[in-house]
């Protein structure tokens, strides 16, 4: 499978959001955010890999690497991947529940791919919708 063009490769970066040795996020009974966190994200890799010219480059901590990746190093290993896309995972504790997607602000691209996300993901995982944000 290929997206985009087909001569040209994107590289997306994924960040465990909440999963170093400092702050391991949320947590309720036996779910803790940091578990949950890099589950996700490597399982976005995995759907990813199906396409061809898609690089995605894991900005957060691992399976193999919990704990391991501090927040100025996530942000460091983002801007010398230079991604197309960058999405973070979390699972907030307050605040509310359900997906919400955030974009730069002023960038169209930018807002509609989040608006689709949060749209779509929050129907197929039967969430609220939060919308998308700047």
Request: net charge negative.
């Amino acid at each position: 499978n290929i997206i985009g063009k087909e001569d040209e490769e994107y590289v997306v970066a994924i960040a465990a959001g909440h999963n170093n040795t400092n702050d391991t996020g949320a947590s309720s009974g036996n779910l803790v955010e940091e578990e949950l966190t890099i589950k996700v994200a490597e399982r976005v890799e995995e759907l990813l890999e199906n396409y061809s010219n898609i690089k995605v480059v894991q900005t957060g901590s691992t399976s193999e690497n919990p704990g391991g990746v501090q927040v100025g190093e996530r942000t460091k290993l983002a801007r010398e991947a230079n991604p197309d896309l960058c999405i973070q995972i979390h699972f907030n504790a307050g605040g509310g529940t359900g997906v919400e997607a955030i974009y730069k602000d002023g960038d169209g691209y930018s807002q509609q791919l989040a608006e689709i996300l949060s749209d779509t993901i929050s129907k197929s995982m039967g969430l609220t919708n939060r919308q998308a944000r700047s």
